[in-house]
Nanobody
């Protein structure tokens, strides 16, 4: 059974940085694209960033381009989200998810059947 466990969330001031990690167990991590999503109170879940199985293709939401960086270490079964220049509007629960392995788009939540439990990120102004 595949499990995804996020860590690294917390409280940070605007302009600060956080690095989220998502450790996968079970399954074959290196075969699947991975994504980071977030959900703020009262809002729908939205894609933040995604990365192909090889790491050669990445996707970023316009709202985080130039500030966030997604990466992966297939040897450690871990995907990361480096978040710099954080803004109060980045406050949300952040989830990592595993893509279904088919050729669907990386930016669509419906293409990700396996999700972690989420980690809270709070950015104070």
């Amino acid at each position: 059974q595949v499990q995804l466990v996020e860590s690294g969330g917390g409280l940070v001031q605007a302009g600060g940085s956080l690095r989220l990690s998502c450790a996968a167990s079970g399954g074959t991590f290196s075969r699947y694209a991975m994504g980071w999503f977030r959900q703020a109170p009262g809002k729908e879940r939205e894609v933040v960033a995604a990365i192909s199985w090889s790491g050669q293709t990445t996707y970023y939401a316009d709202s985080v381009k130039g500030r966030f960086t997604i990466s992966r270490d297939n040897a450690k079964n871990t995907v990361y989200l480096q978040m710099d220049s954080l803004k109060p509007e980045d406050t949300a629960v952040y989830y990592c998810a595993r893509h279904d392995g088919y050729a669907g788009p990386l930016d669509r939540a419906s293409e990700y059947p396996i999700w972690g439990q989420g980690t809270q990120v709070t950015v104070s102004s």
